[in-house]
């Protein structure tokens, strides 16, 4: 029997104050934080002034930023991006070729949002990276949809949740026998997408995904887009 997953507030609480600050450019004052993650100032300070004694972010006079600390605790985790991009650099670029869409390299990103480390636009030069996915991201998009369908443990949690419907158990089922996922319009009107899953030694560790207006990506092209990419891109996409 699957349960829902115990969430710790305070841990929520100081993960969503360095992802607005991150958000906020570095730096913001109180204020400005509180009313980005919806809480207290009284509640948002006394979080903060934990993270100020752990070194993850520091305060000058009215204004709170991030502190080194974060930097070296994310090292290994930038070393380990940093391969996933230069081993997938050819895939991203002969997907974004084959399609002449934006195009994405994603990692997974908690129960809720995946992660995008590299992007080329319609013309295949670097695209600027987009503010993370929406918070519902993982169950709408197509590249979540390739997570959940690869990841038992991820969807044991959404399941255990209550955030995967039968319909999208339904759906996860197909992208794990075709390989692929699809998304219509899930989000923005008129944007549809479709993914690819990236494995290293077997496992799903990444997806490419391309989107872009539904009068070129209707179903039948990005069916065929897939099964082609899987086939004419197989040494790239596994390594």
């Not at 509640?43 to 070194?55: K, N, P, W, Y």
């Not at 002449?100 to 319609?122: H, K, M, Q, S, W």
């Not at 799903?204 to 070129?216: I, N």
Request: charged content about 25%; proline content about 3%; hydrophobic content about 45%.
């Amino acid at each position: 029997m699957e349960h829902e997953a115990r969430s710790i507030q305070s841990v929520q609480r100081a993960m969503r104050l360095l992802e607005a600050l991150s958000e906020l450019g570095g730096s913001a004052r109180l204020g400005e934080l509180a009313d980005a993650v919806g809480l207290s100032k009284s509640t948002v300070h006394g979080v903060l002034d934990t993270l100020v004694e752990m070194g993850y972010v520091t305060r000058e006079r009215t204004r709170y930023a991030l502190g080194h600390r974060l930097e070296s605790t994310a090292r290994p985790v930038r070393a380990q991006s940093d391969t996933l991009r230069k081993s997938f650099a050819p895939a991203l670029r002969a997907f974004n070729e084959m399609c002449g869409e934006n195009c994405f390299l994603t990692v997974p990103g908690g129960t809720r949002a995946y992660l995008i480390l590299d992007a080329l636009d319609v013309d295949g030069r670097a695209l600027s990276l987009p503010a993370d996915a929406r918070r519902d991201a993982l169950i709408t998009s197509a590249a979540g949809k390739i997570f959940l369908a690869n990841d038992p443990v991820l969807a044991g949690r959404l399941r255990g949740a209550r955030r995967i419907s039968s319909d999208l158990e339904a759906e996860l089922a197909t992208i794990g026998a075709e390989g692929f996922a699809v998304d219509m319009e899930a989000s923005e009107r008129d944007l549809n997408c479709v993914a690819l899953p990236l494995r290293v030694r077997g496992k799903v560790v990444a997806a490419l995904s391309a989107g872009g207006p539904a009068t070129r990506l209707n179903p039948a092209f990005m069916r065929r887009l897939a099964k082609r990419s899987m086939r004419d891109l197989f040494n790239l996409i596994k390594c």
